[in-house]
């Protein structure tokens, strides 16, 4: 996946959980891309949470997920503590 943000470098802050493992603490978005690689196991599921709204609310995050035939852009729009789940199934 890749994330970053696309509106205002406000200071966005997020976590991210694979099936329950935080595998990104507290992140600070910016405008840079972090590309973070993730497996999918059977069923995976990835779950973000907004740590805050930064300066400017909502946190607005970009969350891009690549596989090799495809993009899938999702634009979080979440409240401090709220969360969006992607659940994963493989093939």
């Given at each position: 996946i890749k994330i970053?943000?696309?509106?205002y470098l406000d200071g966005d802050r997020i976590s991210i959980f694979n099936n329950d493992l935080c595998i990104l603490d507290n992140y600070k978005v910016t405008g840079k891309i972090l590309e973070?690689?993730?497996t999918i196991?059977?069923?995976?599921?990835?779950?973000?949470?907004?740590?805050?709204?930064?300066r400017y609310p909502p946190n607005s995050a970009q969350i891009?997920?690549?596989?090799?035939?495809?993009?899938?852009?999702?634009?979080?729009?979440?409240?401090?503590?709220?969360?969006?789940?992607?659940?994963?199934?493989?093939?």
């Amino acid at each position: 996946i890749k994330i970053f943000d696309t509106q205002y470098l406000d200071g966005d802050r997020i976590s991210i959980f694979n099936n329950d493992l935080c595998i990104l603490d507290n992140y600070k978005v910016t405008g840079k891309i972090l590309e973070l690689p993730i497996t999918i196991q059977d069923t995976t599921t990835l779950r973000i949470v907004a740590n805050n709204e930064g300066r400017y609310p909502p946190n607005s995050a970009q969350i891009e997920i690549m596989s090799k035939d495809e993009s899938i852009p999702i634009r979080l729009n979440m409240l401090t503590g709220n969360q969006a789940e992607i659940q994963f199934v493989a093939k």
